[in-house]
């Protein structure tokens, strides 16, 4: 994939900064069956992070301040690889369902081809269009949402799954919660070893992507930033080390996926007003609903641009939800931001690591759909066209 330009002066203009060019060399050792050297790239110039977020004289994490970037850290220096879950809790989950029922499946291999299914298809291929449109620089998404258990995690872990499978260019899924987040055990990750905090210090926008990828965790098409070891501290996720971080990372992924903490941290408030499209997770229940229009009032009141780059993913948890829907969108519907339902998923509500094989069609739909959505505010907002509404919007709607 190539870059041109600094591609942080897109979404770090704010930061400002002078480009460096340090000299990367060796990458840390890989993950067991990564792919490290599948998108080797060539260092480029790095866009420079100012001495207000760089790290203080004396505070490096998990010990580590190599000389270089990129450059593989002492043995005292490299945190030891922790499991994602308890090895107790390894055997807790049981059988899980596919989310179609045998019955329906069935019933969909063998109906008849007719005007409805080839109109199915044509969406879907307009659909996966969308998700693949060619970009010049990388877009950044930010998944948040106003309270834990939206299925803002889940809906993040879609979006990277959905975007690795139709997009060539890499792919990459940012957990920006340092405490509780539940990505890595979504995308299927066993064990970490690095979170976002420890690598902020340890590489440049100059490091090699197949240097990079040494610190990442691969998943299905994709890779994967941790954003915590697993465990509950007094130390949440840092701004400085977040926008450290990102800057480092972005010339070298098409599309990344950050999965925030819930509003209003600040790291969250960051993200999402730092990226070029936005999707607030929220649950179908009036509670969640009147508690994501008034998130959707506020960045408003931030920057009216906002909205017309901001998606809503209305989540259905249970499948006997009493919501009207349809009021439901147009309460949300407001000055720009469009809605994508998000159907109940027997497979989703199961917990544990998302099988796209045995997700229901009418999931695996919108979750396509939401990527459609989003994709095409986030390539608006890089031509400067933040009222370009979704051609996929009008699909919103169940």
């Not at 994490?61 to 043995?75: C, K, L, S």
């Not at 009418?362 to 890089?382: K, S």
């Amino acid at each position: 994939m190539s870059t041109q330009g600094s591609w942080q002066r897109d979404v770090f203009a704010e930061i400002g900064g002078v480009p460096e060019s340090p000299d990367p060399e060796s990458p840390p050792a890989p993950y067991a069956g990564s792919a490290a050297a599948r998108y080797a790239t060539e260092p480029g110039p790095e866009a420079a992070v100012p001495a207000q977020f760089g790290p203080p004289a004396d505070e490096h994490p998990a010990g580590a301040r190599p000389t270089r970037a990129g450059e593989p850290q002492p043995d005292d220096a490299v945190p030891d690889s922790v499991p994602v879950i308890a090895p107790e809790l390894g055997e807790a989950l049981g059988r899980v369902r596919r989310g179609d029922p045998l019955l329906r499946r069935a019933l969909r291999a063998v109906r008849v081809l007719g005007a409805s299914a080839a109109h199915d298809g044509a969406s879907r291929a307009e659909t996966a269009r969308a998700i693949q449109q060619p970009i010049t620089t990388g877009r950044q998404i930010a998944v948040g949402s106003i309270r834990g258990g939206a299925g803002k995690s889940t809906v993040a872990a879609l979006l990277a799954l959905t975007f690795a499978h139709y997009r060539t260019d890499p792919v990459l899924a940012v957990e920006a919660d340092g405490v509780l987040g539940t990505l890595p055990r979504r995308l299927g990750a066993k064990e970490i070893r690095w979170s976002c905090s420890d690598i902020a210090h340890v590489i440049d926008a100059s490091t090699p992507l197949a240097n990079v990828t040494g610190y990442l965790v691969p998943f299905h098409g994709g890779w994967l930033l941790p954003g915590s070891r697993g465990r509950v501290t007094r130390n949440r996720l840092d701004p400085k080390a977040y926008y450290m971080a990102m800057a480092s990372l972005r010339r070298h992924f098409g599309v990344t996926v950050v999965d925030c903490e819930t509003l209003p941290t600040e790291v969250a408030r960051l993200a999402l007003s730092s990226t070029q499209a936005r999707v607030l997770a929220t649950p179908a229940t009036v509670e969640g609903v009147a508690s994501t229009r008034l998130v959707l009032d506020w960045l408003d009141t931030l920057d009216p641009a906002m909205l017309p780059t901001t998606v809503v993913a209305l989540v259905h948890a249970s499948p006997d939800t009493a919501l009207d829907t349809r009021k439901a969108l147009r309460h949300l519907e407001v000055r720009g931001a469009t809605v994508i339902s998000v159907p109940y998923d027997r497979s989703l509500a199961a917990g544990g690591e998302i099988r796209t094989a045995g997700l229901a069609r009418d999931t695996r739909d919108a979750a396509a759909r939401l990527a459609a959505a989003t994709m095409d505010r986030a390539v608006a907002h890089g031509r400067g066209d933040a009222r370009a509404h979704s051609p996929h919007a009008g699909e919103a709607r169940p």
